[in-house]
């Protein structure tokens, strides 16, 4: 059994900066395949980003793509996600995720993993 804990969310200004950050107990993250999703009111839970184990691979969501990046960190064991120039749009609820992995690959779909963190809110208002 994994258990992930997010940290880092609230509330910031246009163009402002957070870091969440999702602490991984009960396996090495380096055997996981990890993900940020997102989910705003009366909206899908989406990709936001993601990282195969050791970070083979790592993909973003288009929108996101050059003000969010992922890492993780295997000695804290934990996964964080950087947000840089926030804007509106990123104001959701973001949730870490994670999966067992052997061979390295990026997953996309939220089916796919396995664990989930409770959710942190992260609301971007001037």
């Known amino acids: 059994q994994v258990l992930l804990t997010e940290s880092g969310g609230g509330l910031a200004t246009p163009g402002e900066s957070l870091t969440l950050t999702c602490v991984v107990d009960?396996?090495?993250?380096?055997?996981?395949?990890m993900g940020w999703f997102r989910q705003a009111p009366g909206k899908e839970r989406e990709f936001v980003a993601g990282a195969s184990r050791n970070e083979h691979i790592i993909d973003y969501l288009p929108s996101v793509k050059g003000r969010f990046t992922i890492s993780t960190d295997n000695i804290k064991n934990i996964m964080s996600l950087r947000m840089n120039n926030l804007n509106r749009a990123d104001t959701a609820v973001y949730y870490c995720?994670?999966?067992?992995?052997?061979?390295?690959?990026?997953?996309?779909?939220?089916?796919?993993?396995?664990?989930w963190g409770q959710g942190i809110q992260v609301t971007v208002a001037p």
């Open positions: 995720a994670a999966r067992p992995q052997n061979q390295p690959s990026l997953i996309y779909t939220s089916v796919a993993y396995e664990y």
């Open positions: 009960g396996d090495e993250i380096v055997n996981l395949a």
